[in-house]
């Protein structure tokens, strides 16, 4: 990655664009679309509480599997104009232009440079001092996302239970990337555990310099107040993106 822009963070510690950004962004961005058209009216209410920055460098080859390669319509006509010079759109850029502007977002990161690099009367930034403690808290969203970095040591359970209460009033979704095969199977049996009515997408990373070595989880528990029909049909848009991820990870 480039470094030495003003706004390039210069501790991202992954490639941008990799299979775990297109994971969690392509869920985030038929996330964001579908509360959307459920919510007609006031602007969405967004917490992203590990919210980075709004924009990256992006490594040719990345760019050009996302542009040749990875066929999720919505998450590329996004992403084409940032790809067109280099860059990759984050989270907070992402669901922006998903909510085609009906978005109000609140940020948290632990990074000052990240927080700063929003520019100023676009967001509001939680006075938290961690990005989970969002579930600590009452106030009304229509979606949480939260993004760590492997190395939170958030007991899985404890992340689950918490965010199963949050769901009773906001949607979730919450990234995981993990390492060891077997974590995201004991992710699917803590959420049934709980009783969480929850989608989870998993991809199995064979691992490449660009990739990164770690495997990907993304759990989207969908708030109580959302109509479960229509939300049957959300997690099957959920689950095309995960199948295209994974696809990429099987081409050669
Ligand atoms: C994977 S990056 C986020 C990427 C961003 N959500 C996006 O999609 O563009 C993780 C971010 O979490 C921040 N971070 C690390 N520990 C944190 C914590 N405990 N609370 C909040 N942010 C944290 C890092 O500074 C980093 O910007």
Not at 99 to 111: I, M, Q, V
Request: hydrophobic share 40%.
């Amino acid at each position: 990655m480039a470094k030495g822009s003003r706004q390039e963070p210069n501790r991202v510690r992954y490639n941008p664009g990799n299979l775990g950004d297109l994971l969690k962004h392509g869920w985030l961005v038929e996330i964001v679309r579908f509360l959307r058209r459920h919510n007609e009216g006031a602007p969405l209410r967004y917490a992203d509480t590990f919210c980075g920055f709004p924009e990256y460098n992006i490594a040719a080859a990345l760019a050009e599997r996302i542009r040749e390669r990875f066929h999720v319509p919505t998450f590329r006509r996004l992403q084409e104009p940032f790809l067109a010079r280099g860059r990759y759109a984050g989270s907070v850029t992402l669901a922006g232009l998903a909510a085609e502007g009906h978005l109000r977002p609140f940020l948290f990161d632990t990074n000052p440079e990240a927080l700063a690099s929003f520019p100023a009367g676009t967001a509001e930034t939680l006075q938290i001092r961690s990005g989970c403690d969002i579930l600590d808290t009452s106030d009304p969203y229509d979606l949480i996302f939260l993004d760590p970095y492997d190395d939170i040591r958030v007991d899985c359970e404890t992340l689950l239970g918490k965010g199963a209460a949050r769901s009773r009033g906001a949607s979730l979704l919450i990234f995981l990337p993990f390492q060891g095969g077997i974590q995201g199977e004991l992710l699917g049996a803590a959420a049934e555990r709980h009783g969480i009515n929850c989608l989870t997408g998993i991809v199995q990373n064979p691992g490449t310099s660009l990739d990164g070595r770690h495997h990907f989880a993304a759990v989207f528990m969908p708030s109580l107040s959302l109509n479960p029909g229509a939300v049957l049909g959300l997690f099957g848009e959920l689950n095309i993106v995960t199948a295209r991820v994974n696809a990429l990870a099987d081409l050669p």
